[in-house]
């Protein structure tokens, strides 16, 4: 079965840090998509990025980036030069394809992050 | 364009009532589901539904039961409230292939008394 762990739980940090959430996973599947949300205090759910287990290159957007290690099982997310409203929970989330989305997606507990100012 | 639309927003409901979380999408997704947030804790699959008429239990069904009559709306229906399912529920649609996930609800939060 699909697991996915986001072992920090909470992480605080000074605005313009840089900091990494990890995101570990668990799937039988040799294909599938890995994702990250951002909830911010508000409650909704933002989607952040999609990467199929295909494509291991990484990615930047801004100040956001991803290192995905298929060897490792990983899907870790930077913020570079963080910012007070880079506050929020994130989560990241598996799908696997032999589902074919149909059982949807398994999520981790979330890393509560905190940018003080 | 709305996307995923939720309602009510906020609830309060005592042990033994009942109710339904409304949802619909406006993007002709066949995928819909249902998810249940607790505090501290991911999300986790409630129900799901791969085209009107169609669906299926995830994890966490028990207490639920939904219906997919068209392919917009895919309403939650919550049996004999009890204060386990005190939480927020996220509604979710998406284009026949799995790569597309974008597209969440607001959320409602619904609280058990």
């Known amino acids: ?117 | 364009n709305a996307g995923v639309t939720q309602t009510p927003k906020f609830r309060i409901l005592k042990i033994g009532q009942s109710m339904t979380l409304q949802c619909t999408q406006d993007m002709n997704h066949n995928y819909m589901y249902w998810y249940r947030q607790d505090p501290g804790m991911g999300l986790k699959l409630i129900y799901y539904s791969v085209g009107a008429g169609i669906t299926d239990k995830g994890e966490v069904p028990n207490g639920y039961n939904v219906s997919r009559s068209t392919t917009e709306d895919f309403p939650l229906r919550l049996e004999l409230a009890a204060p386990s399912q005190t939480s927020v529920y996220f509604c979710a649609s998406s284009r026949t292939e799995i790569s597309f996930w974008a597209f969440f609800g607001q959320g409602t939060r619904l609280t058990v008394v």
Request: negative net charge; hydrophobic residues 35%.
């Open chain 1, 1 to 117: 079965a699909q697991k996915v762990t986001q072992a920090q739980t909470e992480i605080s940090v000074v605005e313009k840090e840089d900091v990494t959430l990890d995101c570990v996973y668990e799937t039988r599947d040799t294909t599938y998509y890995l994702f990250w949300y951002k909830q911010p205090p508000s409650g909704e759910l933002v989607f952040l990025i999609r990467r199929n287990s295909f494509d291991e290159q990484n990615e930047i957007s801004g100040r956001y980036s991803w290192n995905f290690q298929k060897s490792t099982s990983s899907f870790n997310f930077t913020i570079t030069a963080s910012q007070v409203v880079d506050s929020a929970v994130y989560f990241c989330a598996l799908s696997e394809v032999s589902g074919g989305g149909a059982d949807g997606l398994t999520f981790g507990k979330g890393t509560h992050l905190i940018i003080q100012p």
